[in-house]
């Protein structure tokens, strides 16, 4: 059974993350990392603390990678030896991010993206529009890698943008940054179960025809 599915909870639906966590400089497998064990350290604390293996898998990494980034995290003192999140030296303030998060096999750093974005968000219109390279400054990224990994989140339907227009001190009308709009949990889960469903109704349809032409070529 995934340990990550379960009937959605207002008290058990998400997981906080420090707001300095943009100031440590993470590679954007090492955000993930750390915000996996943030999830399990709060929903699963009697789940043995998962290996560099299970870890380079549930987060699309090589095995290496998962292992180096651990290192490190333990090396700067973000987590324990067991792998449990040490925010001690972190400030009061913190940003939620939802338990779901790791159902869609999200890249790393699609998760970084969409992690600070939730960090910018407005709770209230759920609106924040960062420039990319306000975004890349925080996640460790390129402005052009950026701007890919948005495109694949309003793709996989985790939000949508709109252009905006700025009015410089001469009167002049430019391009301001993308207004991003973060979609209900709900309604990309629901897309992502979706997709899911259609892929493997494509595969059973290709399936048929396979052994329909096979029956053909017997006869």
């Not at 999830?39 to 998962?66: C, E, K, W």
């Not at 219109?125 to 925080?138: R, V």
Request: net charge positive; aromatic share 10%.
């Amino acid at each position: 059974m995934n340990i990550l599915f379960r009937q959605r909870d207002s008290k058990q639906c998400r997981f906080q993350m420090p707001n300095d966590v943009w100031k440590w400089e993470l590679k954007p497998q090492g955000f993930a990392i750390l915000a996996y064990l943030c999830y399990l350290h709060t929903h699963h604390r009697n789940f043995a603390v998962p290996g560099a293996d299970q870890i380079a898998a549930q987060l699309h990494m090589s095995v290496d990678m998962a292992m180096e980034q651990l290192d490190q995290l333990n090396h700067r003192g973000l987590i324990n030896e067991n792998g449990v999140p040490m925010f001690e030296n972190a400030g009061k303030n913190f940003f939620s991010l939802p338990n779901e998060i790791f159902l869609l096999g999200l890249r790393p750093g699609e998760l970084a993206v969409y992690s600070y974005l939730r960090r910018c968000e407005d709770r209230g219109t759920h609106q924040c529009w960062p420039s990319y390279k306000t975004i890349g400054k925080a996640v460790g990224m390129s402005e052009n890698t950026v701007r890919k990994y948005t495109l694949r989140l309003e793709e996989r339907g985790l939000l949508s943008t709109e252009p905006t227009e700025v009015v410089t001190a001469t009167g002049q009308k430019r391009n301001g940054n993308l207004r991003y709009t973060l979609r209900p949990v709900q309604e990309w889960i629901a897309a992502h179960y979706d997709r899911q469903l259609e892929q493997l109704e494509m595969a059973a349809t290709r399936q048929r025809a396979a052994a329909m032409q096979g029956n053909r070529g017997s006869l």
